[in-house]
Nanobody, 119 residues
Framework: QVQLVESGGGLVQPGGSLRLSCAASGSIFRINAMGWYRQAPGKQRELVTSITSGGRTNYADSVKGRFTISRDNAKNTVHLQMNSLKPEDTAVYYC?????????????WGQGTQVTVSS
């Protein structure tokens, strides 16, 4: 049974930073792409970023230059460093795991962690 457990969410002021982490278990972590989605109130869930097993990354235009995804295969963990946060980044952030590098559809989802950007 694959489990994805997110941590690191919280309340931060505009311009601040947060680092989300996602610990994965129950799968061969290093062979699977990972990613982060988010869902803001009243909006559809959207892809924020992904990273393949080989380390290739992809970002939504809205977060390019501000967010960085990374993975630690030794610790089965993926991180999302979020800098220069804006109120519009407020959302529930979900960690996802893909099947291999099939990036068109995540296979597993975490429970989500709330990120609130507000003064």
């Amino acid at each position: 049974q694959v489990q994805l457990v997110e941590s690191g969410g919280g309340l931060v002021q505009p311009g601040g930073s947060l680092r989300l982490s996602c610990a994965a278990s129950g799968s061969i972590f290093r062979i699977n792409a990972m990613g982060w989605y988010r869902q803001a109130p009243g909006k559809q869930r959207e892809l924020v970023t992904s990273i393949t097993s080989g380390g290739r990354t992809n970002y939504a235009d809205s977060v390019k230059g501000r967010f960085t995804i990374s993975r630690d295969n030794a610790k089965n963990t993926v991180h999302l460093q979020m800098n220069s946060l804006k109120p519009e980044d407020t959302a529930v952030y979900y960690c996802v795991q893909y099947s291999g590098n099939a990036l068109w559809s995540p296979r597993y989802w975490g429970q989500g962690t709330q990120v609130t950007v507000s003064s």
